[in-house]
């Protein structure tokens, strides 16, 4: 069974610029989890897409968003790139209904120049 | 809030030797907890998991205890090898409401031969 997909895997921005990123989710997976790995600041939670919907979002700013289709998989988008945006995005799966244990793809490293 | 406290890294340890890294969270209500492995460069691959008080999660020689008294679930290993070397993310999450991870910062293990 194939695991998270993500891409791509590095992506080169300048600032001012928008990022967009994707994930397609373990086949039959409907929950979809965006999350920032920035150097010095760990692990912090982005968004959460369910049923194509956006349930829950962390604390980032609006600019930061994205969205989910009808097969489930999912674009985060970055307008207006930052410097501090660079980092390494990660998205994880999981079924709503039946799991807590969500499965992490490997990763977009974004660089903000 | 929900919070996931870790020891500061890196640990550096010979192969064949013991390892515990500790772990201690504050929730709110009733959480299940997990421990995570990123090798350099890939993503998050889940270790292991407890979902309830006094569960005991285990996979490839590592374990934990679910301690809801000392609201902890330390990370052991009784043999490291050098392939163990990685860092290690304790987490938790509460099946209702927010359902992200909340991470610690992470703990870096070094394993030499």
């Known amino acids: 069974e194939a695991g998270v997909t993500q891409s791509p895997t590095h992506l080169i921005k300048t600032r001012g610029q928008q990022a967009t990123l994707r994930c397609s989710p373990i086949?039959?997976?409907?929950?979809v989890y965006w999350y920032q790995q920035a150097l010095g600041l760990g692990l912090q939670f982005l968004l959460w897409y369910d049923e194509g919907e956006e349930r829950n979002r962390g604390n980032f700013p609006p600019r930061f968003s994205g969205r989910q289709f009808p097969n489930y998989s999912s674009e985060l988008n970055v307008n207006a790139l930052e410097l501090e945006d660079s980092a390494l995005y990660l998205c994880?799966?999981?079924?709503?209904?039946?799991?807590?244990?969500?499965?992490f793809g490997p990763g977009t490293r974004l660089l903000v120049l | 809030g929900d919070s996931v406290t870790q020891m500061e890294g890196p640990v550096t340890l010979s192969e064949e030797a013991f390892l515990t890294i500790n772990c201690t969270y504050t929730a709110t209500g009733y959480p299940s907890l997990f421990w995570y492995v990123q090798y350099p460069g890939e993503g998050l691959q889940l270790l292991l998991k407890a979902t309830k008080a006094d569960d005991k999660g285990s996979n490839k020689g590592f374990e934990a205890t679910y301690r809801k008294e000392t609201t902890s679930f330390h990370l052991e290993k009784g043999s490291v090898q050098v392939s163990d070397s990685a860092v290690y993310f304790c987490a938790l999450s509460e099946y209702t409401g927010r359902r992200a991870l909340t991470f610690g910062s992470g703990t870096r293990l070094q394993v030499q031969p």
């Open positions: 994880a799966s999981n079924d709503r209904e039946y799991q807590e244990t969500q499965y």
């Open positions: 086949s039959g997976h409907t929950s």
